[in-house]
């Protein structure tokens, strides 16, 4: 059975300050893998995915995930972070097309001024 | 055009009644799923309904759990007999169907409380 983990459950970071929000799955197969967002008060949103191809997946709000297969990770980083990407952020897999998301329990994000 | 809708946004209920949750997915969205956010659990498949197929109902928790979706659109999560324990966010996301993992749009999900 596939499983991801999100090693961090909370966050802190200093606006401005650069963030990683560490994602490993596990699977034996080939995965699709996502991050999506939840804004407080608000429900999810895709921020980015890795279906093939390049291993660096770009968001437009500057988040980049990058697939690492021997490592089975997928860890979420943005440069400089703003008070508005305050959030949870969660890490999801799935192992073929169009198939129920194994979600990992979130990782909330809190940007100080 | 409109986004997953889910209704209502907000349900308490006694613990023993019954619960009906409704989700309107994307026009056009033939796939349709069920997840369950709560505390300390993250977020849970329950169902997934996917254009005429038979849906696949191994994330529901036990048999108190049911979905129906009527005419490839609407879909309505019931819950009998609810207990404290069923209290969360149940949301509903829909997907086109393609080659590869479509994306799935979320909706704002209905916040259920058993009391």
């Known amino acids: 059975a596939q499983s991801v983990t999100q090693l961090d459950s909370q966050v802190p970071v200093f606006e401005e300050a650069p963030v990683e929000l560490r994602c490993n799955y596990s699977s034996s197969v080939s995965v699709y893998l996502f991050w999506y967002v939840q804004y407080p008060n608000q429900g999810l949103q895709l921020l980015l995915k890795y279906l093939s191809g390049s291993t660096l997946v770009e968001s437009i709000n500057g988040f980049e995930a990058e697939f690492n297969k021997s490592q089975t990770s997928f860890h979420l980083r943005k440069p400089s972070v703003h008070i508005s990407d305050t959030a949870e952020y969660f890490c999801a897999v799935s192992s073929s097309g169009n198939t129920p998301l194994v979600f990992g329990k979130g990782t909330r994000l809190s940007v100080i001024a | 055009g409109a986004g997953v809708s889910q209704s209502p946004s907000n349900k308490v209920t006694e613990k023993g009644k019954d619960v009906e949750l409704r989700c309107d997915p994307i026009s056009g969205h033939t796939a349709l799923y069920w997840y369950r956010q709560s505390l300390g659990q993250g977020l849970e498949f329950l169902i997934y309904f996917q254009g005429n197929s038979a849906p696949d109902k191994s994330g529901l928790p036990s048999d108190r759990f049911s979905a129906e979706r009527t005419g490839g659109s609407v879909s309505t999560l019931t819950i009998q007999r609810t207990q404290q324990e069923d209290s969360a966010v149940y949301l509903c996301?829909?997907?086109?169907?393609?080659?590869?993992?479509?994306?799935?749009?979320f909706g704002p999900g209905t916040r259920l409380l058993v009391l």
């Open positions: 996301a829909s997907s086109a169907m393609g080659q590869v993992q479509e994306t799935q749009y």
